[in-house]
């Protein structure tokens, strides 16, 4: 019998009864689905997924992204982005942030797995954009309500400027800026399935608020990012070995804590690109 426990109330909740050796049902999809609705993120233990399981386990969420641009994938699997950190390959995720807010089609979910762990250290940390709404006094959510906020490249500067010699290049920047584009969204914003608010912001990708000078533009950024990082929002899950996380992109932050190295971490990470609920919401 598949059972949901929640981990903390505001975000996160850990699922048992499901046997991934064999096909994932509908029945089954339809109590995961729910219960990342409900908790916005879901973990499950020691799930044994082959890669092909994993892809096709995916699939049943909806449109899977297009092959990775920069990152490597699972030989074989080029939907299946292969993450490996070490001391030689340090991780580039280790900030706040929501997937991808810059593209056009910003990401729904992640499916990931953890293929190899380090003995201590390497957890990741979710926290709940509802909640960090909720929070907000009423006359900030009314002010908010008013102002977009333009999502770039972001952080990924600090890679994408870096050319093949590892020296930075203005030539190298800018075909990074050219490939990843930006996109305006509203800084309060309305889950497409649940029609709740939660608070639109990205610390790592949102480069200005549109109408404001570049001074209240970064005044108001740095108090969006105080007032998103209370552990009261968040939930942090200590990695073992084939632990399944999915999470709703649209509605999280998630920060990998970069603390393991130089010892070895290995990830395997689907991106579902659409729901395919929204279509019938």
């Not at 608010?197 to 790592?204: C, G, I």
């Not at 404001?212 to 108001?220: C, G, P, V, Y």
């Not at 200590?238 to 130089?262: E, F, G, Q, S």
């Amino acid at each position: 019998m598949i059972e949901v426990h929640p981990v903390t109330p505001a975000i996160g909740a850990e699922i048992s009864g499901i046997d991934f050796r064999s096909t994932v049902t509908t029945n089954e999809y339809e109590m995961v689905y729910q219960a990342l609705l409900d908790h916005l993120v879901v973990f499950v233990r020691d799930v044994q997924l082959t890669p092909g399981d994993h892809l096709a386990f995916a699939k049943m969420f909806g449109q899977l992204d297009k092959p990775h641009p920069v990152y490597p994938h699972v030989e074989g699997f080029d939907r299946i982005v292969l993450l490996e950190n070490d001391a030689n390959r340090p991780p580039d995720t280790n900030s706040w942030h929501t997937d991808l807010t810059f593209k056009q089609e910003q990401p729904f979910a992640s499916i990931l797995v953890a293929r190899e762990v380090p003995a201590s250290g390497g957890d990741t940390l979710w926290s709940s954009n509802y909640a960090a709404y909720e929070r907000l006094s009423d006359g900030m959510k009314r002010d908010l309500a008013k102002l977009d906020a333009v999502h770039d490249l972001g952080d990924f500067r600090n890679t994408v400027a870096m050319n093949k010699d590892g020296q930075n290049t203005s030539e190298q920047l800018k075909e990074g800026v050219n490939l990843f584009g930006c996109y305006i969204r509203p800084l309060i914003g309305t889950h497409p399935i649940t029609g709740r608010q939660f608070l639109n912001f990205n610390e790592a990708f949102v480069s200005h608020i549109q109408g404001l000078t570049t001074n209240e533009s970064n005044a108001l950024k740095q108090y969006l990012s105080n007032h998103m990082n209370k552990p009261e929002d968040q939930v942090r899950w200590r990695w073992k070995k084939n632990d399944l996380a999915i999470w709703d992109n649209r509605v999280t932050m998630h920060y990998a804590v970069a603390d393991y190295l130089p010892q070895f971490r290995q990830m395997n990470r689907i991106t579902v690109v659409k729901d395919c609920r929204e279509e019938l919401a």
